[in-house]
């Protein structure tokens, strides 16, 4: 898989741009590729999104999209990981127990201690990762077409927390967000820089830079 590093980019220019990623990979006219990137604010919502879930005030852009899951905070301080890959091709399985797995092992190596939650029978989707203590650091909502993933993770590595109270994050009302700042910072330990959480995430994904 590739590394592909973007900065931030504008969600709808993402979005536009990512469905030309789709069409290549179906194609084969690209190879599977993991583009990191981060947005300006904006909440992003699926389909099946009650909207009394989302926010009231018009204080940021409120997007409806074609991934599943409900809705999602992306702002500065979080890295967002787009994964357009084959699953035909990497038998990949459950794609989403895949990343969910890949990305705890991220987590643990930067020295978080991460863990994934099964979904009782009737209950809301615990799709993500979380603390042992269950609280949400990791959101993920993906969609696949044709064998290809589009959409994928949002990690709060530096994240302002403050915005999960005006709206409700992945139809789990009550459910505390954090990040990895808030960790540190409660743990008295060395924060990741931005860079450091990339490589992790990319290396536990095993995605490499394309030669230049």
Not at 127 to 136: A, E, M, N, R, S
Not at 203 to 212: D, E, M
Request: glycine share 8%; hydrophobic share 40%.
């Amino acid at each position: 898989m590739v590394r592909v590093d973007l900065g931030e980019v504008d969600y709808l220019e993402a979005a536009e741009a990512m469905r030309g990623w789709v069409k290549e990979r179906q194609a084969g006219q690209a190879p599977d590729r993991l583009f990191l990137l981060t947005h300006p604010p904006v909440i992003t919502y699926g389909r099946h999104t009650a909207q009394s879930d989302l926010p009231q005030d018009g204080s940021m852009p409120v997007i409806e999209v074609d991934r599943g899951g409900h809705a999602t905070y992306h702002g500065p301080g979080q890295l967002v990981g787009y994964l357009v890959i084959n699953i035909r091709e990497r038998a990949a399985g459950d794609v989403v127990r895949w990343l969910e797995l890949a990305l705890i092992e991220a987590l643990t190596d930067l020295g978080f201690p991460a863990v994934r939650r099964d979904t009782p029978p009737g209950a809301d989707s615990l799709v993500g990762v979380w603390t042992p203590d269950h609280h949400k650091l990791v959101s993920i909502g993906m969609r696949i077409r044709e064998g290809v993933t589009s959409h994928g993770f949002a990690i709060n590595v530096d994240s302002d927390l403050d915005v999960y109270d005006r709206f409700v994050a992945c139809r789990l009302d009550g459910v505390t967000m954090t990040s990895l700042r808030h960790l540190a910072d409660t743990a008295n330990r060395p924060m990741p820089t931005m860079s450091e959480v990339r490589a992790a995430v990319a290396r536990s994904l095993g995605a490499t830079r394309p030669v230049t």
